[in-house]
């Protein structure tokens, strides 16, 4: 007798088990059956926020359903992250975020309500962006050693904007100072595009940014180009030397934008969103569009960007553990 009921208590189970499994997957058959939400997490028109509206749109045409950007700016980026972790895990809300920035942003201010093997579901690295060496057009200065020694001759007096504390621009500042000795103040925004503007308008000195978002000011000559952070010339902006080319070898950074979705997503679901962002990365427009602007469209599996995000987490901890960078 008592054989018996295990035996059907095990078979109840079995049944059970397979009529989830078929719930679950007729739902990701179905997705998305409503609008889904991609997180900013910082203001608009920064690098995240302009390949989410592209995206965006483009998802929203081959889906019928509406991509909702939300910017949720703020704390250097943990505000949007959070929001994220805390959604539903059912692919319908998304965070279009800086990885190294997330990474960073988690490594050093999120430690006790984010973990970032446990509540992220990466999807893609949608593109990588070179960073771009700027100033003001009143700093007298036109090439990287004349940035550095120029910092270096007025301790303190360079105001170096930045995305926001943590930020991958912002790291790319604080190696470079580490480098060279340089005293510069930091004065953080709430993304790319409120650096850039900072910049621009003269209420701050020298910034590095995303090339995504910063290619317009120098074009219009409201930022002075210095340099470029990739290892070769970038084809949108052949004039830019690099840093290498500058007398400043292996100093290379840059911002990679991608799509993460809550831990615990189904598999399923974050396979079609990447392979439904990989198919429009690599439209002939959208892959040109990407490119002009300075951005290499990427499209990378979720197994990779898996991957990807353990080599940042690795790296950045790194980074982080150096006592000349951890106060900055």
Known sequence: MKARLIAQRACLLAIAAVVCAGAVSAADMTYPAKPIRMIIANVAGGTSDILARVLGAKLTESWGQQIIVDNRPGASGLIGNELLVKAPPDGYTLLMADFGSTTTTVLMHGKASIDLQRDYAPVTIVSYSPHLLCVHPSVPAATVKAVIALAKAQPGKLNFATAGNTTAPHWAGVMLAARYGIDWTYIPGKGGAQAVLDVASGQADVLFNGMLATLPLVKSGKLKLIAITSAKRNAALP?????????????????????????????????????????????????????????????????????????????????????ALQNR
Request: proline share 8%; glycine share 8%.
């Open 239 to 323: 004039e830019a030397p690099t840093f290498a080319e500058s007398g400043v070898p292996d100093f290379i950074t840059g911002s990679w934008q991608g799509i993460l979705a809550p831990g615990k997503t189904p598999p399923d679901i974050v396979a079609k969103i990447q392979a439904e962002t990989h198919r429009i990365l690599f439209t002939p427009d959208i892959k040109e569009k990407l490119a002009g602007q300075g951005a290499d469209a990427m499209g990378t599996t979720p197994a990779e960007t898996v991957e990807f995000m353990r080599r940042e987490r690795e790296r950045m901890s790194k980074l982080i553990k150096d006592s």
